[in-house]
């Protein structure tokens, strides 16, 4: 019978806890059991194991990103909704440092996160708007790999000299979405 409060959603909200508090260690049904306060044999009976909560988890994370840009280049169109979108992503990687690093690099193998892809995927689109086919696929590339490249880097202290790390966003961003 399963325990009086707990669910997959509530396991994820307890597996998101635990992500915070190790900056993004690779999760383990024994901490988050205990995070919960019960024996890891009891999360089986809200998900089938780990690789269940990792997807659930992942999935979330992508839709927690995803939500978060599509808000920042709602109203946007062009080079604005791109210069929004490496912002947004950024500072969702800098106010959740933990959560970052869990983000999935490749989410395939589960149709939660294949479709939770999907939307930060459209969202990437919207932000490349009149750009098609291969130069579109180019062009999210190079936003993907410069907004995470910088906000790796900057999160993990990459970045010691003296010099304004927001301008050195600003101008990286300038370089990267044309006029």
Do not use: C, N
């Not at 109203?75 to 983000?103: K, Q, V």
């Not at 999935?104 to 919207?126: F, I, K, M, N, T």
């Not at 579109?136 to 790390?165: W, Y």
Request: proline share 6%; no cysteine.
């Amino acid at each position: 019978m399963p325990r009086a409060g707990l669910s997959p959603e509530t396991l994820v909200a307890i597996a998101l806890e635990e992500v915070d508090a190790t900056g993004g260690a690779q999760l383990s049904l024994g901490a988050v059991a205990a995070r919960a306060g019960v024996r890891p044999p009891s999360l089986y009976k809200h998900v089938a194991g780990l690789p269940e909560l990792e997807a659930l988890v992942g999935a979330r994370l992508l839709d927690d990103l995803a939500t978060t840009l599509s808000v920042a280049v709602v109203d946007r169109r062009g080079a604005d909704a791109a210069r929004a979108f490496l912002h947004a992503y950024r500072a969702w990687a800098l106010r959740h440092p933990g959560r970052y690093r869990a983000l999935p690099v490749q989410p395939s193998g589960d149709p939660r996160l294949e479709a939770a892809a999907e939307r930060l995927l459209a969202v990437a689109a919207r932000a490349v708007d009149g750009l098609e086919g291969d130069e579109a696929v180019h062009a999210m590339r190079a936003m993907r790999a410069a907004a995470h490249g910088f906000a790796a880097l900057e999160s993990a202290g990459g970045f010691g000299m003296a010099v304004d790390v927001d301008a050195s966003f600003d101008r990286l961003v300038e370089a990267l979405v044309p006029r």
